[in-house]
């Protein structure tokens, strides 16, 4: 009877949730939205710059000298150059206010003997990381060409070796987006869910429950299991997105690393964690007015601190300390730890544990605050 | 039998009513005691802020922390016998609007143990006695306010109930919906169900009731038989006073 009894009250509770029609949009097509468009934005924010996004090069040489030729040669053919044409009757000034180049490279006659240098103009707006790699890389091909070397980087490399860390990769714009907008999401389950609960708890619809003989408890198990698995729900969902879908509408790729099956528990402690930010936000609001402003702030205040809309990598040390009051930084960290950095489970337990305490602690202290009868 | 004994309550919302030292007006209740025999029509009559809905809502167990005893057909403990023996229609329609009625019937009727048969029996009893068979797959937001409250008095006869607690039941609805519930009200208590009627209309509770206790200020200022009073309106402000009453 007592199961009866609970697959009813969830039901109720499901049916009362897919009739309101502000809720399915909230948390399914909001983070649907920001995951589509923010990825997109972000693109190149989040990407490697020059390998993602050609330097459109005017190439000008004044020379037929061999050394002039073959740095022309080598310019033209670096895959991080776009060589353009100039079009005709556009100088410099009019070629950059139109955008049509980020630069223009000069190769004077006279290069060979020595006498005149390479001459390289930028856009005056172009970003200055695009101006250095492109003027270091100007003057390692000039270096090759005057020096008569095949490849500087190679020969470089018996002096220079780049030592990459695994466990610091930095995300790629979906792989930012996916995790961190999924919840964001989740923890906005907090105003439907904060909103019922007071809506209940005003028209005596909650007090009328607890007058029949049931256990107040499973009152209470009744309305947060369907919101618990609500949450499961929009997880599978923006993961199954940000995999089949993102690749097909904006040519972006995502996958979930080599332990997937490591987001199973990160999912649920992270669902408990949202469920229980939401009955937090129930016991300590008094209207539904208020539990809409207090949930949405906390929320959006959380992503902030947490690293869901700039990467807690970039973030000065500060910041990077306070993010960890965010338990969405946890659920975030946990969720990159897994497709980024193929974690371990034991490397996520920590994150998984300090998001089971938020959500115990949220519980506890709702317990405490509120009395639902 | 008596199907309600009430007995030297005393229940103050803000302060456990144990400790000494508590303020006059804190008390919601003060050594409150009465008795509903099984198959009468009870009327609780007082002004507002007298104690009325406490005193429901402690009959129906969402109240704890009291001094005092409730007995209801002679069980003091509310198991499962007791809140199956209870019908409740409090004040606040207490229905949830996105379903329909037949939807809300069914999860308070789970709630109150019935079978699946029962349930679907039952809920096409009380819809044709409350009128509302007709409207049983509409959802309840657009329903009436007197389509409202027969809903509401629905849900609380689904589980056939041997004691009714009714909180205002006929407030704020038109005179057709009025005589509806009156009659439905008449027609179950001829049934042996006993009724405990909670209102601010006399002419109602003079109509229906046989007997009357009248509470102000958390305590029982009259107790007997409605055909004693002739004029139950007089009575009760000869009883409560003039004044008006307006709750802080």
Known sequence: ?373 | MKALEISGITYSYNQPVDRSGIAENEYSLRDFSMSVQSGQFHALLGPNGAGKTTLMRLITGQLRGYIGDVFIYEHKKWGKEVLSSIGYAPQPISVFPSLTAMENLRIFGVMAGLSKDSLNRQSKEVLEETGLLSHAQKRVSTYSGGMLRRLNLAVALLHSPQLLLLDEPTVGVDPQSRNHIYETLKKINTFGITIVLCTHIMDEAQRLCTRVTMVDKGSVIFSGDMKEIDNLEKFFLEKTGRGLRDEN
């Open chain 1, 1 to 373: 009877m007592i199961f009866k009894k609970l697959k009813e009250l969830i039901r109720k509770e499901l049916l009362v949730l897919l009739r309101d029609r502000q809720t399915i949009p909230l948390l399914f097509l909001m983070p649907i939205a920001l995951i589509f468009f923010l990825s997109l934005a972000l693109k190149g924010v989040y990407s490697d710059k020059l390998t993602v996004h050609q330097i459109s090069l005017i190439l000008e040489n004044s020379s037929r000298a061999p050394k002039a030729l073959k740095l022309e040669e080598k310019i033209v053919n670096n895959k991080l150059i776009q060589r353009v044409e100039r079009p005709e009757g556009y100088d410099n000034d009019k070629l950059f206010e139109y955008g049509k180049a980020h630069a223009v490279v000069y190769i004077p006659e006279g290069f060979d003997e020595g006498t005149k240098p390479v001459e390289i103009e930028f856009d005056p707006v172009l970003d200055a990381g695009y101006k250095v790699a492109l003027r270091s890389l100007i003057t390692g091909l000039t270096a090759e060409v005057v020096m008569g070397i095949d490849d500087i980087e190679t020969m470089a490399s018996n002096f220079i070796v780049e030592k990459k860390r695994k466990n610091i990769r930095f995300p790629s714009a979906l792989q930012q987006s996916v995790p961190g907008w999924t919840i964001f999401a989740m923890f906005f389950i907090a105003i439907p869910m904060s909103i019922a609960f007071l809506r209940e708890k005003n028209d005596g619809t909650l007090q009328r429950l607890f007058t029949y003989p049931v256990s107040p408890n499973l009152i209470i198990l009744g309305k947060l299991i369907p919101y618990y698995l609500i949450n499961l729900t929009q997880f599978v969902l923006m993961l199954a997105v940000g995999v089949y879908v993102m690749p097909l509408v904006a040519g972006l790729s995502f996958n979930l690393g080599e332990h997937p099956w490591h987001l199973v528990p990160v999912a649920m402690v992270t669902a408990a964690a949202a469920t229980g930010f939401g009955v937090l936000i129930a016991a300590l609001a008094r209207s539904p007015e208020q539990t809409s402003t207090l949930a949405a702030t906390s929320a959006l205040l959380m992503a902030v601190f947490g690293g869901l809309m700039l990467p807690v990598v970039v973030m000065p040390l500060v910041m990077k300390k306070l993010a960890m009051i965010s338990p969405m930084y946890w659920a975030h960290q946990a969720c990159l730890d897994v497709i980024l950095r193929d974690a371990s489970f034991s490397f996520i337990l920590p994150k998984i544990i300090i998001l089971t305490l938020f959500a115990l602690g949220c519980f506890y202290i709702a317990g405490r605050k509120v009395k639902w009868m």
